[in-house]
T-cell receptor, first 118, second 117 residues
Framework: GAVVSQHPSWVICKSGTSVKIECRSL??????MFWYRQFPKQSLMLMAT?????????EQGVEKDKFLINHASLTLSTLTVTSAHPEDSSFYIC??????????????FGDGTRLSIL | AQTVTQSQPEMSVQEAETVTLSCTYD???????LFWYKQPPSRQMILVIR??????QNATENRFSVNFQKAAKSFSLKISDSQLGDAAMYFC??????????????FGTGTRLQVTL
C-alpha cells in the first residue's frame, strides 16, 4: 500500500530555533501534499496545500513566513517552522495523494511529528 | 465553505455491541466524497470507510458501515461487534470532487470512542 514517511517523529528544541519536518511518499508520486496541525484532543486543521514545483497555498490565518513549505520533488515536501516559539508546539501531520488520483482516493497520512518548543 | 459537525464528543460501547457515531455536513456541492478516519493513541490517521455522494448505496467495510442520508446531509458510522481495538478518536471528513489542490479534506471535531469489557 501507499506509504507516507514523516520525519522526525518527535523534536524538542529551544525557542527561536527553526525546525524542518519532512514528508516523503515512499512508493508513489504526489503532486499535492497537505500539512495539518492538531492540538491536543482537537481535530486536524489544514494549514496549507503543498504543490510540487510551485508555491504552497496557505489557509486563512496561517502565517506564510512562519511556516515555510517547499515541495521540490514529487516525493518530498518539507515544512519549516521558523523561529519557533512555545505556542508553535503542536502535532503536525502531512498527507499525500497519488498524482492524478481523484479525491475519492484517500489521502495517505504520515505518522505525524510532535513538536515541543521549550 | 463546507463544514463538518460531529455532535458527540465522546461515546462508549461495550465489547461486541453496536455503536453509531453521528456526522452532519454542509455543502452546496451536489457531488463530493465523505470519509471516516480513525486515530488511535498512536495518532496515525487510518481510513475506515468512504462514501461517494452520487452512490445511493451505503458503503460497508467488514464491521463498519455508514448510513448516508444525502438530503439530510447526514453521514453516520455504525460499528458492529465492537472490539477493544476500535477504541480511538473518529473523525468524519468531507472532500469536494476535484483533483489537485481543491480536493482538500475538511474534518469534523471528532468523537472519542471508548470500548468497555
Amino acid at each position: 500500500g501507499a506509504v507516507v514517511s514523516q520525519h522526525p517523529s518527535w523534536v524538542i528544541c529551544k525557542s527561536g530555533t527553526s525546525v524542518k519536518i519532512e514528508c516523503r511518499s515512499l512508493d508513489f508520486q504526489a503532486t499535492t501534499m497537505f500539512w495539518y496541525r492538531q492540538f491536543p484532543k482537537q481535530s486536524l486543521m489544514l494549514m496549507a496545500t503543498s504543490n510540487e514545483g510551485s508555491k504552497a497555498t496557505y489557509e486563512q490565518g496561517v502565517e506564510k513566513d512562519k511556516f515555510l513549505i517547499n515541495h521540490a520533488s514529487l516525493t518530498l515536501s518539507t515544512l519549516t517552522v521558523t523561529s519557533a516559539h512555545p505556542e508553535d508546539s503542536s502535532f503536525y501531520i502531512c498527507s499525500a495523494r497519488e498524482t492524478g488520483a481523484y479525491s475519492n482516493q484517500p489521502q495517505h497520512f504520515g505518522d505525524g511529528t510532535r513538536l515541543s518548543i521549550l | 465553505a463546507q463544514t463538518v459537525t460531529q455532535s458527540q464528543p465522546e461515546m462508549s460501547v461495550q465489547e461486541a455491541e453496536t455503536v453509531t457515531l453521528s456526522c452532519t455536513y454542509d455543502t452546496s456541492e451536489s457531488d463530493y466524497y465523505l470519509f471516516w478516519y480513525k486515530q488511535p493513541p498512536s495518532r496515525q490517521m487510518i481510513l475506515v470507510i468512504r462514501q461517494e455522494a452520487y452512490k445511493q448505496q451505503n458503503a460497508t467495510e467488514n464491521r463498519f458501515s455508514v448510513n448516508f442520508q444525502k438530503a439530510a446531509k447526514s453521514f453516520s458510522l455504525k460499528i458492529s461487534d465492537s472490539q477493544l481495538g476500535d477504541a480511538a478518536m473518529y473523525f468524519c471528513a468531507y472532500s469536494p470532487k476535484y483533483t489537485g489542490t481543491a480536493s482538500k479534506l475538511t474534518f469534523g471535531t471528532g468523537t472519542r470512542l471508548q470500548v468497555t469489557l
